[in-house]
């Protein structure tokens, strides 16, 4: 990966723990940024305001898809609309602090529901539609989510 990230499935269990520790870190950088944050450095490419707004909306999708999977025997996710979300929700028009504060919060309450897994739900499977139709695993889930996490984070880093 261009990130550097390794998926290692077997270590998804710490995957809460270590996405709340990255998210707290962009929430820091955010507020460090403050009006700056909403500054596109490249046409075509998220401020940093876009795409923390972007990671908090994963992790609550994220959170919510791994609800559904231990209510449902291998339900299909759609597709979050990640580009849409942007000018949806109005991500640069958001509040840079306000964001900050909802991604830490976002991240604990991600870290909660796989916190409250049972080992075996870990296995559980799902058709994940992201980067091609798939079946995965929880596990894969958790670590797939701290991946986004990380890369975001890179490219928050990058442009601050």
């Known amino acids: 990966m261009e990130c550097g990230f390794e998926y290692r ?21 955010l507020a460090d940024a403050g009006a700056d944050a909403r500054e596109r450095r490249q046409p075509g490419i998220w401020s940093p305001l876009e795409y923390v707004c972007h990671v908090r909306d994963v992790l609550l999708v994220q959170r919510e898809r791994v609800l559904l999977a231990r209510r449902q025997e291998r339900p299909s996710f759609d597709p979050m609309g990640r580009d849409e979300r942007v000018d949806h929700d109005g991500y640069a028009e ?13 991240a604990r309450l991600f870290a909660n529901v796989l916190g409250r897994l049972p080992a075996a739900d ?32 890179g490219d928050v880093r990058r442009q601050l």
Request: charged share 20%.
């Open 9 to 29: 499935p077997g270590g998804a269990e710490r995957a809460g723990s270590d996405i709340v520790e990255t998210a707290l870190q962009l929430a820091a950088m």
């Open 94 to 106: 958001q509040d840079p602090s306000d964001v900050a504060s909802q991604l830490s919060d976002a």
């Open 122 to 153: 870990w296995e559980r499977t799902v058709m994940y539609s992201y980067p091609a139709l798939a079946e995965r695993s929880l596990r894969w889930v958790g670590v797939h989510t701290l991946h986004e996490l990380r890369h975001h984070l």
